[in-house]
């Protein structure tokens, strides 16, 4: 992903604990997951912006946050972003639908906080393993 934001002369921004909780998931669908997040981030943030991706887990759940500071949606596109084949920047408009399909497969759930001119912020999140 860098090398895209490179092209774009974006940066990306990484914070995240160097000790998390282990959770059992499926790799390669959470690496599909975080990617469309940050794809769709780049996609979002302006020339020279920069991409924020932000790892860490609460009392309930590990949560992979991803925030642009692009355009924002509006009230009606936040509420088709999830849907299939609605795409507000030329792509497929499948890349969210497959985010929340990953994530409700593993027991989570991906949220969007968004504000019109002020970029958005996606949070992707895991249930932590109850011991």
């Known amino acids: ?13 990484l914070d995240y604990p160097r000790m998390m909780d282990l959770v ?5 669908l ?17 020339t020279g912006g920069i991409v924020t991706l932000r790892a860490f887990q609460n009392e309930h759940e590990i949560v992979v946050a991803v925030w642009d500071d692009g355009a924002g949606m509006s009230p009606t596109e936040r ?5 299939q084949f609605v795409s507000h920047s030329g792509g497929t408009g499948l890349g969210l639908t497959i985010v929340e399909t990953i994530a409700r497969l593993h027991g989570g759930d991906v949220k969007v906080d968004t504000t019109l001119g002020k970029g958005a912020a996606f949070l992707f999140t895991l249930p932590r393993q109850t011991t």
């Open 79 to 83: 509420k088709r972003a999830f849907q």
């Open 24 to 28: 059992e998931i499926d790799a390669p």
């Open 1 to 13: 992903m860098r090398r895209l934001a490179e092209q774009r002369e974006q940066q990306i921004a």
């Open 30 to 46: 959470v690496r599909q997951a975080v990617t469309n997040l940050v794809q769709n981030a780049i996609r979002h943030t302006s």
